[in-house]
């Protein structure tokens, strides 16, 4: 295994420059500490060796996009609350395109959403523990928790169905057949509809006009008496399009959402009162702290794929058939 004098030796450099770039890095320039960096890292200094540095990067693919919405505001509150109890320091990247050099000192990372599979990959060429929160990735098999929208939407299903409804349409946003959440989620739809029974309408998350058409394309098809919306959101944009439309919710058409979100206490929440699934946000947040904690303690006890419980939410957005 390389020493501290081979470092020294390939980077033409002191033996307590090395030390420095190690252990003290904000004391020794940019330009030579990533050159000791990337050589010990070559030489696999750093493998099998224990940083003590009780550290933890949060990344994200474009970290401000998450704060638009309060789901992934509660997971990052549920994040670093934990961290904090556990006297854990963290920080946050808007993106991983950094060179080793630059986190080689910390414990692991924490992927906050959706994250790129080349941010994977440079986590898995670092050897840096890693863990995703909310998206699990099929292409790079990590240790991931999220909520169980399986199992949120087989209540859901239970319900509509129990409410006289057969003949049903899905709205959501983007698609990707390789999510794992999403197969799932569909998976279940499909197995609990025939396919005459089941239309999918697709919209964009971040244009509100695309919703409206899709909206006014479901109404086209008076076969379909519930519309499932992927989130809550989606929902309360389609209470905006049936006001336009004079539709009335739940009279003319049924609809459920999906997640759970809150209004601000000034506001009053769109009525009737939307039928939903939801879990706690926090615990996600708080357990995929936990999940890295066990990861970085004893690898092989790890669960790749750890779901939480959602419960519906029964408002009076479904009306009963028979």
């Not at 959501?172 to 998976?187: A, K, P, Q, R």
Request: glycine share 4%.
């Amino acid at each position: 295994m390389a020493t501290l004098k081979d470092i020294a030796q390939a980077c033409n450099v002191s033996v307590s420059a090395v030390c420095t770039a190690i252990n003290h890095p904000q004391k020794i320039s940019k330009e030579v500490r990533e050159k000791i960096i990337n050589k010990a890292r070559e030489l696999h200094y750093f493998v099998d060796k224990t940083i003590k540095a009780q550290k933890v990067l949060l990344v994200f693919d474009n970290y401000k996009n998450y704060f638009y919405g309060e789901y992934y505001a509660d997971v990052i509150f549920g994040i670093t609350q934990r961290l904090s109890e556990q006297g854990i320091d963290f920080r946050i990247l808007s993106d991983f395109r950094v060179d080793y050099a630059e986190i080689y000192d910390y414990s692991g990372l924490i992927f906050v959403g959706r994250a790129p599979d080349a941010f994977l990959e440079r986590a898995r060429k670092y050897k840096m523990p890693h863990v995703l929160a909310v998206n699990p990735n099929a292409n790079y098999p990590t240790p991931a928790v999220y909520q169980d929208s399986a199992h949120g939407l087989a209540q859901l299903i239970e319900y509509v169905k129990s409410c006289g409804h057969k003949n049903i349409a899905v709205l959501t946003g983007e698609t990707d057949h390789h999510d794992i959440v999403w197969n799932e989620f569909y998976s279940v739809l499909s197995g609990a509809f025939s396919k005459k029974n089941l239309m999918l309408y697709q919209a964009d998350y971040g244009l509100v006009q695309s919703i409206e058409i899709a909206f006014s394309k479901f109404l086209r098809d008076r076969k379909k008496t519930l519309l499932f919306c992927s989130n809550d959101l989606l929902a309360y944009y389609v209470y905006k399009a049936a006001r336009k439309y004079g539709v009335n919710i739940p009279k003319d058409i049924s609809v459920t959402g999906f997640d759970g979100i809150s209004f601000p206490r000034f506001m009053a929440a769109p009525q009737p009162a939307l039928t939903t699934v939801q879990a706690d946000r926090t615990v996600i947040g708080s357990q995929v702290v936990d999940l890295l904690i066990q990861l970085l303690n004893d690898p092989r006890k790890v669960k790749l794929l750890n779901r939480l419980p959602m419960q519906i939410c029964i408002g009076d957005s479904v009306r009963r058939l028979a």
